[in-house]
């Protein structure tokens, strides 16, 4: 199976802040990478796919970057409504494997 | 639009469906899956069907145990969950895959919960 190992566990930021995640697979795995925002009590919302892709709808402040094995997900411009956990995910083969989940709180 | 039932509090041992009724997209398009997420922990993919409904996937957690099938008439996924565990207790998302020009996971229900305790 291939591990998604995601760095930091916990991140406090403040407004405005720039963070950035980072996620890196045990294998290469080409860019089959997404990344889910969750809040407490909801399902997760896709943020990124294929390593970089936006979907509609998901503001511009959030970025993707990465192939091979090294991932990471940035959020400039910190804004209230983006503290939550987050989390990479890799679709390259199966069994689908996801990171272990980034809380990010207010510092 | 994803919407689970099913999920109850079962023995340990005993069977549960879940199903999903998907609208509002051309169901039989989209892969579909199954992702859990244990109280207070990281999210875990089940299981996954192909929209024809012939290739299938589960997590080895689940495999011999879960069985996931689609009624693409119907516009439904289900679970089949056998032989549940206390590990197995979770809320359990159905989630639209990947189509064609359409990224994957974009949907998700809002999950139904399982409780798997004596």
């Known amino acids: 199976d291939i591990q998604m190992t995601q760095s930091p566990i916990s991140l406090s930021a403040s407004l405005g802040d720039t963070v950035t995640i980072t996620c890196r697979a045990s294998q290469k795995i080409s860019n089959y990478v997404n990344w889910f925002q969750q809040k407490p009590g909801k399902a997760p919302k896709l943020l990124i796919y294929t390593a970089s892709s936006l979907p509609s709808g998901v503001p511009s402040r959030f970025s993707g970057s990465g192939i091979g094995t090294d991932f990471t997900l940035t959020i400039s411009s910190l804004q209230p409504e983006d503290f939550a956990t987050y989390y990479c995910q890799q679709t390259y083969n199966t069994p689908i494997t996801f990171g272990q989940g980034t809380r990010l709180d207010i510092k | 639009q994803l919407v689970e039932s099913g999920g109850e509090l079962v023995h340990p041992g005993g069977s549960l469906t879940l199903s999903c009724a998907a609208s509002?997209?051309?169901?039989?398009?989209?892969?579909m899956h199954w992702v859990r997420q244990r109280p207070g922990e990281a999210l875990e993919w089940v299981s996954r069907i192909h929209s024809d409904g012939r290739t299938i996937s589960h997590a080895d957690s689940v495999k011999g145990r879960f069985s996931i099938s689609r009624d693409n008439a119907k516009n439904t996924v289900s679970l089949q969950m056998n032989g549940l565990r206390v590990e197995d207790t979770a809320l359990y998302f159905c989630v639209r895959g990947a189509t064609e020009g359409s990224p994957p996971f974009d949907l998700w229900g809002q999950g139904t919960l399982v409780t798997v305790s004596s």
């Open positions: 509002g997209f051309p169901f039989s398009n989209y892969w």
